[in-house]
């Protein structure tokens, strides 16, 4: 059974509830959000759509590399 992410909450809420998605965002390129204190203060705001866009991530990339993972994404 595959885990859901809900793409509209915050990295930092999906972060907490699921800690192995901090390692598949520095896999995808997320190298910063690892960075001491990155994920309690831009992570507050910051979405993974939203992320995803200003690494010049697509978004079939990060929904493939999620559902590799056993992850579902779950969009707005």
Do not use: H, W
């Not at 800690?19 to 705001?45: C, H, N, Q, W, Y």
């Amino acid at each position: 059974m595959s885990k859901v992410i809900d793409l509209s909450r915050s990295v930092y809420e999906i972060c907490i509830e699921n800690p192995e998605v901090m390692d598949i965002m520095k896999e995808l390129g997320f190298e910063d959000i690892a960075k001491s204190g990155m994920l309690k203060t831009a992570g507050r705001f910051m979405t993974l759509p939203k992320g995803a866009a200003l690494k010049k991530i697509s978004s079939d990339k990060l929904k493939e590399t999620f559902m590799k993972k056993g992850y579902q994404l779950k969009e707005q």
